[in-house]
């Protein structure tokens, strides 16, 4: 279950995110709909096959390869994308950003890319998943928390903010002590793995360490049938797009932080008196350590 009757997702994230996983003839199929998504709602499903010199049968393998019952829907979900983009258009401002673009398009195109980061990570995010993850992390006996890089600092934003309710979590950047701590895991132990990509082995190794342990495993991750992915009982996926310029960028940080905040608001709901005592108890701490203004 998604958010979409709030907030549909875009399709073309949904293959975007999907691509580097898909093999040859699917990934024909994808690069073809992302050049021309107005050509593809107009096309027979055997137009299409002609088109990206596959077959009808590798179209509809390419549908239920990015989430999709038939070609009928991959129709209905371009037009509502199209839609969409006609409505708003912000959201025809291209993810490219060019050597001699003025400042007023590199802000049009930062901006943008960061708020469809939130906006289309926060439609097509499975709350089921989300919801089993956090009951998962709120039945833990212990929990580690494994990002490397950029994503380490939604690893650390994760940990930090589970620690304040509660829970007993470890957050863990760097391989070594990463994959010295999952030996240590077990069955009543979460691993948590945050990659952008799905596949930085400083991650995914830690990861499957702890999933050998026994221990549940959650993936936070842009690429549903990455590596990391693959190793999870639960896959919390994101929607990011780079930029020109920003490959790794903050718009995929945001939309890791979408997934962060509601993973850690659901185990505050679950974990009831001990998240609340938690937080009134340390609710003072930083006010003791804030300048008093003069009078």
């Given at each position: 279950m998604t958010i979409e009757q709030a907030m549909p997702a875009a399709?073309?994230?949904r293959?975007?995110?999907?691509?580097?996983?898909?093999?040859g003839a699917l990934r024909d199929v994808a690069q073809y709909i992302l050049a021309d998504l107005p050509g593809t709602m107009h096309a027979s499903i055997g137009d299409l096959a002609q088109a990206s010199g596959t077959s009808p049968a590798t179209i509809t393998r390419f549908c239920r390869a990015i989430?999709?019952?038939?070609?009928?829907?991959?129709?209905?979900?371009i037009a509502e994308e199209?839609?969409?983009?006609?409505?708003?258009?912000?959201?025809n401002v291209g993810v490219g950003i060019e050597p001699n673009d003025d400042m007023e398009r590199v802000a049009a195109v930062v901006v943008n890319a960061d708020?469809?980061?939130?906006q289309q990570t926060a439609a097509q995010l499975d709350l089921k998943a989300v919801d089993e993850a956090?009951?998962?992390?709120?039945?833990?006996?212990?929990?580690?928390?494994?990002?490397?890089?950029?994503?380490?600092t939604s690893a650390t934003e994760l940990q930090m903010r589970l620690?304040?309710?509660?829970?007993?979590?470890?957050v863990w950047t760097e391989n070594h002590l990463a994959e010295t701590s999952a030996y240590l895991l077990g069955s009543d132990d979460v691993a948590v793995g945050v990659s952008h990509t799905g596949s930085t082995r400083e991650t995914v190794e830690p990861m499957a360490i702890a999933r050998d342990q026994g221990a549940t495993t959650i993936a936070i991750t842009n690429r549903a049938r990455s590596p990391l992915a693959k190793l999870a009982d639960h896959v919390l996926t994101t929607a990011a797009l780079e930029t020109s310029f920003r490959h790794g960028g903050l718009a995929a940080r945001h939309s890791q932080l979408v997934v962060v905040d509601l993973l850690y608001i659901r185990v505050a709901q679950l974990s009831g008196d001990r998240a609340s005592n938690a937080l009134n108890r340390t609710a003072g701490i930083t006010r003791a350590h804030a300048y008093r203004e003069r009078s």
């Open positions: 399709l073309s994230a293959i975007r995110a999907a691509e580097p996983s898909l093999g989430g999709l019952e038939s070609y009928r829907e991959l129709k209905l979900a199209l839609g969409r983009a006609t409505v708003n258009p912000a959201l708020l469809q980061a939130i956090a009951k998962a992390i709120t039945r833990a006996r212990r929990v580690d928390v494994i990002g490397t890089g950029g994503s380490g620690h304040r309710i509660g829970c007993p979590v470890w």
